[in-house]
């Protein structure tokens, strides 16, 4: 059974900052892309950021470039969403997600139709 297990998540202020965690279990963590996704009340399950199997490549949405960092650790098995800059738009369940490689590394957004497995999300509120 493939687990993911979000944490970090919580109440900030705008301008602030949050690290997001995921933890993986039950499957080989090195042989999948991971990524993270959000959706706001009202609106769409939509991509954030991604990164390859190896570390090498990553891949974020316009909204959040410059301000979002991703990186994994698959010693820990473990992908983090270090969120700088936050801005009340940012307010969403933000979902981790696992994809199985197939390249050498991710090229562009992860296509939430090609996920193999979703985490249950973690509240992410940012307060004016």
């Known amino acids: 059974q493939v687990q993911l297990v979000e944490s970090g998540g919580g109440l900030v202020q705008a301008g602030g900052s949050l690290r997001l965690s995921c933890a993986a279990s039950g499957h080989t963590f090195s042989n999948y892309d991971m990524g993270w996704f959000r959706q706001a009340p009202g609106k769409e399950r939509e991509f954030v950021a991604t990164i390859g199997w190896s570390g090498g490549g990553t891949y974020y949405a316009d909204s959040v470039l410059g301000r979002f960092t991703i990186s994994r650790d698959n010693a820990k098995n473990t992908v983090y969403l270090q969120m700088n800059g936050l801005e009340r738009e940012d307010t969403a369940v933000y979902y981790c997600?696992?994809?199985?490689?197939?390249?050498?590394?991710?090229?562009?957004?992860?296509?939430?139709?090609?996920?193999?497995?979703w985490g249950h999300g973690t509240q992410v509120t940012v307060s004016s």
């Open positions: 997600a696992a994809r199985r490689a197939t390249t050498a590394q991710v090229t562009g957004a992860m296509n939430p139709n090609d996920i193999n497995y």
